[in-house]
C-alpha cells in the first residue's frame, strides 16, 4: 500500500503563487507514476501533470507553462509549483501514484490522496 498526504493549499489573488506538496509513504519503491489532478465543484476530476522517476513529464494543455512538477525521487516527494494563478484554477488538488509507468493523465492511478483546496480570487 502507499499512503499519499498533501499539502500546500490555499487562498490567493489572481496572479499569485502556491506551492503543493505531495508526501508519499508505505511501498515506495514501487511507484513509477505520480500525478497532480485538480476538480472544481460540479466538473469531473482532471489531470494537471504526470511525472515519471525517469523525469519525464506530461502537462496538460491548460497549464501553458504557469506550474511545475518537480520530485525528490528518494523520497517519493511530489511539488507542484503554480504561478501566475488564474480563478479558474479553484479547485481541489490531489496526489496519485501508481506502480505503471504508462499512466500519464489518465484517472487509474491505483493511489489518491485526500486532497488540498486550492482558491484564487479576481
Known amino acids: 500500500q502507499v499512503q499519499l498526504v498533501e499539502s500546500g493549499g490555499g487562498s490567493v489573488q489572481s496572479g499569485g503563487s502556491l506551492r503543493l506538496s505531495c508526501d508519499a509513504s508505505?511501498?515506495?519503491?514501487?511507484?513509477?507514476?505520480m500525478a497532480w489532478f485538480r476538480q472544481a465543484p460540479g466538473k469531473e476530476r482532471e489531470g494537471v501533470v504526470s511525472?515519471?522517476?525517469?523525469?519525464?513529464?506530461a502537462y496538460a494543455d491548460f497549464v501553458e507553462g504557469r506550474f511545475i512538477i518537480s520530485q525528490e525521487s528518494a523520497r517519493r516527494t511530489l511539488y507542484l509549483q503554480m504561478n501566475s494563478l488564474r480563478p479558474e484554477d479553484t479547485a481541489m488538488y490531489y496526489c496519485?501514484?501508481?506502480?505503471?509507468?504508462?499512466?500519464?493523465?489518465?484517472?487509474?492511478?491505483?493511489?489518491w490522496g485526500q486532497g488540498t483546496q486550492v482558491t484564487v480570487s479576481s
Open positions: 508505505g511501498y515506495t519503491y514501487s511507484i513509477c507514476s
Open positions: 496519485a501514484a501508481d506502480q505503471s509507468c504508462t499512466r500519464w493523465l489518465s484517472l487509474e492511478y491505483k493511489y
Open positions: 511525472i515519471n522517476l525517469d523525469g519525464s513529464a
